[in-house]
């Protein structure tokens, strides 16, 4: 049994990598960590290095889940890439990290977490961030 987190290096991320591993805790699952980008940046700080890949390997292994990584080349389709990999690791859920958007901002950019929530094959898993103080 797998467990697929979209993973970013950021606070929603790191709530995503949380949930993740609670559920793989309770299930007895192992997690698939991706981590992808849209590309739209020259320097984009989505696209974790190995010091942030190698962190949150440990945060899931130090709770005794099993974890392996997939960097995805930023083609632009995050959505796609997690569905992808949903489809080709055979995962029984998906949980994704979701950020403060306003209604216009979702209108014009379209929404990732949306079209995965939307076309999944398995249930998905939204978490958002602790409120920053």
């Known amino acids: 049994m797998k467990?697929?987190?979209?993973?970013?290096?950021?606070?929603?991320?790191?709530?995503?990598?949380?949930?993740?591993?609670?559920?793989?805790e309770l299930r007895g699952a192992s997690v698939l960590l991706l981590n992808t980008s849209r590309g739209d940046a020259y320097i984009d700080a989505r696209y974790a290095d190995a010091d942030e890949l190698a962190a949150a390997e440990t945060t899931l292994r130090d709770r005794g889940?099993?974890?392996?990584?997939?960097?995805?080349?930023?083609?632009?389709?995050?959505?796609?890439?997690?569905l992808k990999a949903a489809a080709a690791e055979d995962?029984?859920?998906?949980?994704?990290?979701?950020?403060?958007?306003?209604?216009?901002?979702?209108?014009?950019?379209?929404s990732t977490a949306q079209r995965v929530l939307l076309e999944s094959p398995v249930p998905v898993l939204a978490v958002k961030a602790p409120p920053r103080d």
């Open 91 to 110: 995962v029984v859920l998906i949980v994704l990290g979701l950020r403060r958007r306003s209604p216009v901002g979702k209108l014009i950019l379209g």
């Open 3 to 24: 467990i697929l987190v979209g993973y970013v290096p950021t606070p929603e991320g790191e709530a995503a990598l949380a949930a993740a591993a609670a559920e793989a």
């Open 65 to 82: 889940v099993e974890v392996s990584i997939q960097q995805a080349a930023a083609t632009g389709d995050v959505a796609g890439e997690l």
